[in-house]
């Protein structure tokens, strides 16, 4: 059992997705996928699961394959137990067959001993079968699967009728009870709260099979990973494969890579600079300046001009072949200044304060108060359902609160990523500048734009130029991840609300975002199950909604 790739490429016209991507993952590799929104990874998990053809190179696959992607297919009428079903199908197959092979041996009885080992070969191979699927408790796996990742266990839920969660959560309980020999997930630990990410450690720890897995979570990737494929570009233009199973030593190679192609590029740009100052005062020298007049001597003025001709295209060429292609390193994250308060304001007074909000069957906090100072900080954490984002949102003014206060300083600015914005307010025709542009319109009709304070998505580092000059439906739900959190700091919020912050991103982009939560002078809202981000934010203020 294993899936391997050899020299896989993907790419549409003009534009290549990957290249060069080779590595094997067998029975007990547990292999992570990581790289920046855009670098093809939900792609390559595709072409590995066969959905999709490279382009070129190829993939090979023994055993049996579970897959969960990040958007679940609804197709009409089905249901949670369709999904069951679905997993369990292998394993109601092998007990169909375990009981014809048992059947088939005990119709022999005695009379097969010594004489007829085809009965008894396909027994022992229907009863190995059977105990790798765990037939005899399958039904019982998948109901602790949905159960512990916080998923319905009615059988009979309609999957329209589930949030984007739910679906997802579901879709994972089932594949996790499958049992396959290769399990391919995508960002798996972004709809689960802290228990369901430790069930779904334990379980992938002592996976028997090949697992690969494209993650954000840095906890998830220090805790069972045994090999990294980085799918950014190296200054060679192919993934890099890391053996190193901790984070930190990975992070450490390849920071340490970035740096020498920083350099190379650095030192690169510089002598191409150099070359070409001489080649212009090469030409130059072509000019009536250096020429004797005219009739004076014309032989000697064309030998001349000849000579330095020569000269110049000789250094064309010395330039051409000294010339070292070294790729733009990627893009880092370049955080807005953005400022604590409004001018004139009062320190000692919170920007943004809710008093014991209510939102039947979301949210109810009597007694509780929740204000933000200038330059404050807040984590919120609890498990799904607790009403993180729904607290959010009322401190955003986006849900109404059916009791208690809300109160916002006059001038105050706020910026709000929620856990499942996907651009959903902008047309996915609309290219990244246009909707840009019309974000900063609807808030600059709303009074909560300073034109003089707008934040350029351009100059943010989360998108290119090329990106942004795309359709919004042709990115990727990491690079729209991206623009919704330029979107978020568009009007350099005085207060920053971020939902989930690091879902969808890459690990490079969320310890750099990470930095800037930490010195930002804007008050900081996060709500998260990211126990990587809880750790690194552990000496701000909590408020657990866990008992809420």
């Known amino acids: 059992m294993h899936v391997a790739a050899k020299d896989v490429a993907v790419g549409h016209p003009g534009r290549p997705v990957l290249a060069g991507v080779t590595f094997t993952a067998a029975a007990g ?62 394993a109601r197959a092998a007990a169909v067959e375990l009981e014809a092979a048992t059947a088939a041996v005990d119709a022999l009885g005695g009379e097969a001993e010594g004489r007829d080992e085809g009965p008894a070969t396909r027994l022992a191979q229907a009863l190995a079968r059977a105990e790798r699927l765990g ?70 720890r002592t996976w028997p099979g ?93 030998t001349r001009a000849r000579i330095h001709v020569k000269a110049a295209d000789r250094l064309v060429e010395q330039l051409e072949a000294q010339a070292v292609e070294v790729p733009a390193p990627p893009l880092t994250l370049a955080f807005p200044d953005l400022p604590a308060m409004p001018p004139g304001g009062d320190p000692a007074h919170p920007l943004v304060e809710v008093r014991g909000p209510r939102v039947p069957g979301r949210l109810d906090l009597p007694g509780v108060r929740v204000g933000l100072p200038p330059c404050g900080r807040l984590l919120v954490t609890g498990p799904n359902g607790a009403g993180k984002s729904t607290l959010l949102g009322v401190l955003a003014g986006t849900v109404p609160s059916l009791r208690g206060v809300r109160a ?60 942004l000059d795309r359709p919004l ?40 975002l990470t930095d800037a939560l930490r010195t930002t002078s804007a008050a900081v809202v996060v709500a998260t199950h990211d126990r990587a981000l809880q750790t690194d934010l552990a000496d701000w203020p909590v408020l657990d909604l866990s008992g809420g």
């Open 29 to 90: 590799d547990r292999v992570g996928l990581v790289g920046e929104n855009g670098t093809g990874k939900t792609t390559l998990l595709r072409v590995l699961a066969g959905r999709l053809e490279p382009t070129a190179g190829e993939v090979r696959r023994v055993g049996s394959l579970a897959v969960v992607e990040q958007e679940l297919a609804l197709g009409e009428g089905l249901t949670v137990g369709d999904l069951v079903e679905e997993a369990l199908a292998d």
């Open 135 to 204: 037939v005899w408790d399958a039904d019982r796996r998948a109901d602790e699967a949905l159960s512990r990742f916080g998923a319905p266990r009615d059988r009979s839920r309609p999957l329209a009728s589930l949030s984007v969660g739910e679906r997802y959560r579901a879709r994972l309980a089932c594949r996790i009870a499958q049992r396959a020999d290769v399990l391919l997930l995508d960002e798996p630990t972004n709809h689960l709260d802290a228990s369901g990410i430790e069930h779904l450690t334990e379980q992938l």
């Open 210 to 302: 090949a697992v690969v897995i494209v993650t954000h979570d840095r906890r998830l990737l220090d805790d069972i990973m045994t090999a990294i494929v980085d799918l950014d570009p190296s200054i060679d233009g192919r993934p890099t494969v890391y053996g190193a199973t901790s984070y930190a030593a990975y992070r450490f190679s390849r920071d340490q890579a970035l740096r020498r192609w920083r350099q190379r590029y650095t030192a690169e740009q510089a002598r191409r600079e150099k070359l070409a100052e001489r080649l212009d005062a090469s030409y130059e020298g072509l000019s009536d300046e250096w020429r004797p007049p005219k009739g004076s001597d014309k032989h000697r003025r064309a």
């Open 408 to 467: 916002v300083r006059p001038g105050v600015r706020l910026g709000l990523l929620g856990q499942d914005d996907a651009t959903t307010q902008d047309s996915p025709d609309s290219t990244g500048f246009e909707a840009y542009a019309r974000r900063a319109l609807r808030l600059l009709e709303a009074g909560a734009l300073d034109p003089e304070q707008l934040v350029a998505v351009a100059g943010l580092g989360l998108l290119t130029e090329e990106d």
């Open 473 to 512: 439906g042709e990115l990727s739900l990491g690079q729209r991840r991206r623009f919704d959190l330029a979107g978020a700091l568009l009007a350099a919020p005085h207060v920053l609300l971020l939902d989930e912050p690091t879902n969808h991103l890459s690990v490079a982009l969320v310890d750099e």
